[in-house]
Structure formats: C-alpha cells, structure tokens
C-alpha cells in the first residue's frame, strides 16, 4: 500500500479557505449552502483523520492497541460514507427532488454502512487486522461499494431533473463526478488512499463555483438581485432590526463607468458607517442594508451632495424592518407602493406609512379574492348612489353609481383607495361587473329613479369580451335599456377609437345611454368626442370651480357648453356645492347637476326613499 499525507494536508488547508472565502463574502444563506459547508467541515475532519491513521497508526500495527486502529480507522470511513450522502441530499435540494421514500431509503443505507463499519472488528467485513496483517487493501470494500451505490444515485437524480438545470452546468457536474469516480477506481486498482479526500473536494469545488457565487460589479462591487433576495430573507429570518434603503438614481447608467463613482461610494460609506453589502436590483436601482438607524438622517444630505455633482435625479426610501414586510418582495412592493404616494426625493418610511401599506396589502389581496370568486353578489361590494338634480323638471330623476368596498379588517373603504389598485392589478373589471348587476338588480324591482349610470374604464372597453360580459349580465333582468347609462372618461385612446366607437353605438342600440364623464381633466381631443355616440357630457368639478373665480375660464367654459349644447348634448355639470355653482351652471345650458349642495352619496338601498321624499333642507337650498 502506498500513501502520501500531502494530498490530504492541501485538500484540508483548501478546506479552510474555501470555509473562509465563503464566510467573508456574501453568499445566500440557504439549505444548499449548509451542505456544503457541513461538506467541508467533515472533509477537513476526514483528511486530519486519514493523515493520523495512515502516517501514525498504521505503521504501528502491533505495537499500539487494535481498538485505537479500528476506531480510527471506523471514524474516517464514517465520514467519507457522510460526505457522500451531504452530496446527494445538495443534488436532491439542487433539483427540487422532495421524494420522501428516497430520504429514508439513503438514511436506511447509510446507518447499514455505519453498522457494516463498526462491526468489522468481529463480523470481518471490510477492514480488519489478524495477526498484526492489515486484510481487505487499501480501499475497504464497504466504502467502494458505498461509493459504487451513491455515484448512480446522484447521476440518475442529475438526469432525470436535467430540463431544471442548464445544460452548461450539467454537463460541468457531470463531468466532475466522472472525474472523481474515475480516481477512485483507479486509486483502488494501484493500491492507494491518497486521493480519497480530493475526490471530494473538487465536487465541492465546482458546486461553490456553480451555485453559489455571485456576480460583483467590477468598479464598486454591487452584488445581483439574487444576492439581495437570500440577504434580505437571512435579516428577516434571523428577526433582525435593520433599514432598507432603496435608492433610484435616474439614468445612472450613463455616469457608472466614471472613475470618481467609486471614490464616492467609499466616502460615502465611510460617513455613513455603512459595514453591509451593496446591492444593485437594476440598472438604476441600488438596495443598502443599515443595521442602525443612527445615520438615516443625514442620507437626505448626502445624496443632495452627490445630486448637485452630477445632476441626476433620485428617489431614497429608507425603510425599517417591519411586520408588513415578510420577503424582499415585499421591500419591493412596498417602495413602488411609496413612490406612487410620496413625491419627495428622500423619505424616512415611518409608522403610519407602514400602516398605510398594511392597509393597500388587505385591500389588494381582497380585491384578488373577489376577482377570483367572481361572485356578483359578492357583499364586500357596495353600491352608493350619488342623487342628480334635474333642473326641468326640478326633481331628481337620475343618479350615478359609486363603487364602494366594506371588508371585514379595514371596514367601509373608498374609492380613491381601491380604484388606482384595482387598476393596477387588472381587477378593476371585476368589480364594475358587480356594480353593474347590483344596479340592474335594483332598476329590475324599482320605477324610480328614471335612469343610474354606471363608471366605466377604458381599459375594460377596449378588452376582448367586454360586450359578451356585459350583455350576459343585463340579459338576466327585465327593465327598459334606457334607464341605465355607461359613464366613459374622456381620456380616449386614439388607437382604439374605432373599436370604442363600434361598441358603444351598439350599447346605444339596445336604448342605453353614454354619457362622457370628467370633461375638463385632460387633453380633450374634440374629434374623438363628437365622433363618439354620446348623449351627456358630464362638465368636470375643476371647470365648476375655475368658472367661478375667473372670467377667462368662464368664458371658456360657456364657449364650450354652448357647442356641445347645439351638436344636441344634454350637459351635466358635477361638483355644484354652493348657490352661485348652482346659478351659473343653469346658466350656461345645464340640463343636470350633481353635486354636495343636494346629497352626498348614498346607499343604493335609500334611493328610492330619497328621490320619493328629498330631505327638506335640500329642496329648500336648491330653489333658493
């Protein structure tokens, strides 16, 4: 038998510095990483094993105790037969393999090998010493035959999950195994154990290289998003305290390769005693983690500093740990979240912007549950009705729809809450077709009022299905067409015109009114708008307003009603909140208006009530 303890002393020492890179750099702390570093730690106790017992005891067979050689050598074995089993359980977490079967299958083989192992001293299986001979070589069969059984294991495992893992990677892992059963068999047949610990430690090797380094940026050394994900998920973890500091610089891109942007960063740091990782989640959007908050005031001044240097725009959240935040897709979520609602270039994220973001999550994850139960009944939807006062015929005779949330966490909630959510998560629809079937419900079992409209946007009118969907719903009731109206925007997209136009001309054959809502608050494009089918232009409260305290603006806004008055547009005028907006309005063609000095919006339910029997302050008021 041949061996040399230099192998095992270099593989023991590139041990260590393998355990030593990885603890000074950043890598995920995840499941896979504590197998490898359990790898490494029991290949280290392994080489320092091999070394003593081939380089101390085994000369001495005779003249020191068997059982000290046994032990030794049972001890070794039992760590080899360890490390091979850390390698398929990395490879089975690698591939996602969650067979429980094959985990009691592998505990049950391995504690049998332990066994086989231990036992040799008297069942003379494997390893054993008879009269001062060694038997069974230099590779004990136990542990051949273990590797033998372990090698196809992780092959077929590789193999079989193969469409997960890139094929570059693969074939990397592949060819390292290859490699390292070949040594193996060939190191058996020559009679050798110097290389049984090196076939280890290249897997390990190239399993740090593969997955579990990161990618720095060469100038100032910014780990990936994927970096930030296992980071942000060990603080969190751990229940640590920290600050999340997003940080969007605009156009950054076009200043990073610049030789100062790293001599800032260090200074930078240096002020703000920052110890952590960099951390860049996009091309202009860095993450820095704060274990304190002790500087957080003074990043508003650093960053006007770096702002007047190279005149880029930013936004810098700092973010406290928080139980709203469970991932980094929560940081993530609740800094867009922030940036929607906050305008200032640097904000310190406090307790009722928490509680606020607590707020937009419940209403965002019911608003997902009702889109997904669909049901048109669904009572977490409230119709409020908002009376309109017609000015001929002096009653109120029509009313507009509002939408309303009423959930169980938060209680009653109002549009300007859940709208822009509901929008932005594509559930917008959902709701409308609620409201619209509570509405036609009504209309189906009440004369009055003569008409209710109901809000749409353009972003259901221009999806495939909108017709069927409505139609579906309005097939189910039986009242007269023309007591319902669709309220549009004007912000008409050009591109779809046409469509828009098609579809409401056919909404409008079946006698159901268009009205277009908010004039005033966008780029009117006149064409579009008398292109379009439409019965009543709905003047927007900021026209109301403007009216009243400047000529200009009322000579424009009476310009405008007088057009579309004589092109045979009814006018409704929103916003009307005192006597003069009420005179001026009728003034200026008003057929309807809508507004506070009448009534605040009201449940559907006490509609009918209201327009039957009007309060008496509201009448009075109005015809003062």
């Given at each position: 038998?041949?061996?040399?303890?230099?192998?095992?002393?270099?593989?023991?020492?590139?041990?260590?510095?393998?355990?030593?890179?990885?603890?000074?750099?950043?890598?995920?702390?995840?499941?896979?990483?504590?197998?490898?570093?359990?790898?490494?730690?029991?290949?280290?106790?392994?080489?320092?094993?091999?070394?003593?017992?081939?380089?101390?005891?085994?000369?001495?067979?005779?003249?020191?105790?068997?059982?000290?050689?046994?032990?030794?050598?049972?001890?070794?074995?039992?760590?080899?037969?360890?490390?091979?089993?850390?390698?398929?359980?990395?490879?089975?977490?690698?591939?996602?393999?969650?067979?429980?079967?094959?985990?009691v299958m592998l505990g049950v083989a391995v504690l049998l090998f332990y066994a086989l192992e231990l036992t040799s001293i008297k069942t003379r299986i494997g390893f054993y010493i008879e009269g001062n001979m060694i038997h069974n070589g230099s590779i004990t069969s136990l542990y051949l035959l273990w590797y033998v059984m372990?090698?196809?294991?992780?092959?077929?495992?590789?193999?079989?999950?193969?469409?997960?893992?890139?094929?570059?990677?693969?074939?990397?892992?592949?060819?390292?195994?290859?490699?390292?059963?070949?040594?193996?068999?060939?190191?058996?047949?020559?009679h050798t154990d110097t290389y049984t610990t090196l076939t280890y430690f290249i897997p390990i090797l190239i399993i740090v290289f593969l997955f579990h380094s990161n990618s720095y940026n060469s100038t100032y050394g910014a780990l990936d998003r994927e970096a930030l994900r296992g980071r942000a998920e060990e603080l969190i973890?751990?229940?640590?305290?920290?600050?999340?500091?997003?940080?969007?610089?605009?156009?950054?891109?076009?200043?990073?390769?610049?030789?100062?942007?790293?001599?800032?960063?260090?200074?930078?740091?240096?002020?703000?005693?920052?110890?952590?990782?960099?951390?860049?989640?996009?091309?202009?959007?860095?993450?820095?983690?704060?274990?304190?908050?002790?500087?957080?005031?003074?990043?508003?001044?650093?960053?006007?500093?770096?702002?007047?240097?190279?005149?880029?725009?930013?936004?810098?959240?700092?973010?406290?740990?928080?139980?709203?935040?469970?991932?980094?897709?929560?940081?993530?979520?609740?800094?867009?979240?922030?940036?929607?609602?906050?305008?200032?270039?640097?904000?310190?994220?406090?307790?009722?912007?928490?509680?606020?973001?607590?707020?937009?999550?419940?209403?965002?994850?019911?608003?997902?549950?009702?889109?997904?139960?669909?049901?048109?009944?669904?009572?977490?939807?409230?119709?409020?009705?908002?009376?309109?006062?017609?000015?001929?015929?002096?009653?109120?005779?029509?009313?507009?729809?509002?939408?309303?949330?009423?959930?169980?966490?938060?209680?009653?909630?109002?549009?300007?809450?859940?709208?822009?959510?509901?929008?932005?998560?594509?559930?917008?629809?959902?709701?409308?077709?609620?409201?619209?079937?509570?509405?036609?419900?009504?209309?189906?079992?009440?004369?009055?009022?003569?008409?209710?409209?109901?809000?749409?946007?353009?972003?259901?009118?221009?999806?495939?299905?909108?017709?069927?969907?409505?139609?579906?719903?309005?097939?189910?009731?039986q009242f007269d067409r023309s007591r319902i109206a669709f309220e549009i925007t004007e912000s008409l997209d050009a591109e779809h015109l046409d469509d828009i136009r098609v579809i409401l001309q056919e909404f409008r054959n079946i006698g159901i009114k268009i009205y277009l809502d908010d004039f005033g608050t966008g780029y009117?494009?006149?064409?579009?708008?008398?292109?379009?089918?439409?019965?009543?232009?709905?003047?927007?409260?900021?026209?109301?307003?403007?009216?009243?305290?400047?000529?200009?603006?009322?000579?424009?806004?009476?310009?405008?009603?007088?057009?579309?008055?004589?092109?045979?547009?009814?006018?409704?005028?929103?916003?009307?909140?005192?006597?003069?907006?009420?005179?001026?309005?009728?003034?200026?063609?008003?057929?309807?208006?809508?507004?506070?000095?009448?009534?605040?919006?009201?449940?559907?339910?006490?509609?009918?009530?209201?327009?039957?029997?009007?309060?008496?302050?509201?009448?009075?008021?109005?015809?003062?």
């Open positions: 038998m041949s061996y040399s303890y230099v192998c095992d002393l270099t593989v023991a020492v590139l041990s260590v510095m393998v355990l030593f890179m990885i603890n000074m750099v950043y890598v995920p702390r995840n499941r896979r990483l504590l197998y490898v570093k359990l790898a490494l730690y029991n290949l280290i106790y392994a080489c320092i094993l091999s070394i003593f017992f081939y380089e101390y005891l085994l000369p001495r067979v005779g003249l020191v105790n068997d059982l000290w050689v046994y032990l030794i050598h049972n001890a070794q074995q039992i760590s080899l037969i360890t490390e091979l089993l850390l390698f398929i359980f990395y490879v089975f977490n690698l591939v996602g393999y969650k067979n429980r079967k094959a985990y372990a090698m196809p294991v992780l092959a077929v495992t590789i193999i079989r999950k193969n469409r997960i893992i890139i094929s570059r990677i693969y074939r990397a892992v592949s060819v390292a195994f290859g490699l390292c059963l070949g040594i193996t068999v060939l190191q058996y047949l020559c973890r751990r229940h640590n305290s920290f600050y999340f500091v997003y940080v969007r610089i605009n156009h950054f891109t076009s200043i990073e390769t610049e030789q100062c942007i790293l001599e800032d960063f260090k200074s930078f740091a240096e002020k703000t005693d920052y110890t952590d990782y960099l951390f860049r989640y996009d091309d202009e959007t860095f993450i820095l983690l704060y274990r304190s908050g002790e500087c957080m005031d003074m990043l508003a001044g650093l960053f006007e500093e770096l702002h007047t240097r190279y005149q880029l725009g930013h936004r810098v959240l700092a973010i406290p740990s928080n139980d709203a935040c469970h991932s980094l897709r929560d940081y993530i979520e609740l800094c867009r979240y922030l940036r929607g609602k906050h305008e200032e270039s640097y904000l310190r994220v406090g307790d009722q912007e928490i509680a606020d973001f607590k707020k937009y999550l419940i209403v965002k994850n019911q608003l997902s549950d009702i889109a997904e139960q669909m049901d048109l009944e669904d009572e977490r939807v409230l119709v409020y009705c908002q009376p309109i006062y017609d000015v001929r015929r002096q009653a109120f005779t029509t009313a507009e729809s509002l939408m309303r949330l009423e959930l169980p966490e938060l209680g009653l909630i109002y549009p300007d809450m859940f709208i822009p959510v509901a929008e932005q998560t594509g559930h917008i629809h959902a709701l409308t077709m609620i409201i619209l079937n509570k509405v036609c419900r009504y209309l189906s079992v009440h004369e009055q009022p003569d008409r209710i409209s109901v809000n749409f946007s353009m972003y259901e009118i221009t999806k495939s299905g909108f017709y069927d969907d409505i139609m579906r719903i309005l097939s189910g009731y009117s494009n006149l064409e579009h708008i008398t292109n379009l089918p439409i019965d009543v232009v709905k003047f927007d409260k900021s026209l109301v307003d403007s009216s009243g305290y400047s000529e200009r603006s009322k000579y424009l806004v009476e310009g405008m009603s007088n057009m579309f008055h004589s092109i045979g547009y009814q006018l409704l005028y929103e916003g009307i909140e005192t006597a003069p907006d009420q005179e001026r309005c009728i003034g200026m063609q008003a057929q309807y208006l809508q507004g506070y000095r009448y009534s605040k919006p009201i449940p559907i339910e006490q509609l009918a009530d209201f327009i039957k029997n009007p309060p008496k302050e509201s009448v009075e008021v109005k015809n003062a």
